[in-house]
């Protein structure tokens, strides 16, 4: 198993871009979800999904679209860039609600 | 709102002695727990989990505390190594999908 796997490691965008971060894993879980980390605070939930074809908010939504086409797949789209979307980003997946969460190498994202 | 916290940002330890890291929370309806080591530059590790109908949990040199009465959640880490030098977050469910963390303690540890 690769577990959770994210494409690109680092990335340069220059404000008003778009791109799509890449999530994949291969542990058949139902339940993926994005954070962000920026320095001195803990991960906030972006968006997350339970299934395919199904997606939801979560904490800071804004900026952010996501899709659940296949269990295996969870992109994010920054449909248009800002500084403040600078940031390090994980994709995480999960069997279950109350079950051990498996996190992504992440994505390290510089906005200018 | 609900909020998970850790005491303190920091802590040094030195090489071979236990290494205790708090954390506090606010919602009471949390029922599940969780800590997370998180190494530079890579993604956050699960370390163990609890649920509030325990107290205590072991796992390999690592034991996590629940008091639910103050809410507080500990991390114990027994023996630490230059290898258990990390942020440490723990990070609270409440009956939702959603994971809160908090924000992080970096342990240091001394040679």
């Known amino acids: 198993n690769a577990g959770v796997t994210q494409t690109p490691k680092f990335q340069v965008l220059k404000t008003g871009q778009s791109m799509t971060l890449q999530c994949a894993q291969d542990m058949n879980h139902e339940y993926m979800s994005w954070y962000r980390q920026d320095p001195g605070m803990g991960l906030r939930l972006i968006h997350y999904s339970v299934g395919a074809g199904i997606t939801d908010q979560g904490e800071v939504p804004n900026g952010y679209n996501v899709s659940r086409s296949t269990t295996e797949d969870f992109p994010l789209r920054l449909l248009s860039a800002a500084p403040s979307q600078t940031s390090v980003y994980f994709c995480a997946s999960r069997t279950g609600v109350r079950e051990t969460q498996y996190f992504g190498p992440g994505t390290r994202l510089l906005v200018l | ?111």
């Open chain 2, 1 to 111: 709102g609900e909020s998970v916290g850790l005491h303190l940002p920091t802590l040094s330890v030195q090489e071979g002695d236990n290494s205790i890291i708090n954390c506090a929370y606010s919602n009471s309806a949390s029922d599940y727990f969780i800590w997370y080591k998180q190494e530079s530059g890579k993604g956050p590790q699960f370390i163990i989990d609890i649920r509030s109908n325990m107290d205590k949990r072991q796992g390999q040199r690592v034991t996590v505390l629940l008091n639910k009465t103050v809410k507080h959640l500990s991390l114990q880490i027994a023996a630490t190594q230059p290898g258990d030098s990390a942020v440490y977050f723990c990070a609270e469910n409440h009956n939702d999908y959603k994971l809160s963390f908090g924000a992080g303690t970096t342990v240091t540890v001394r040679a």
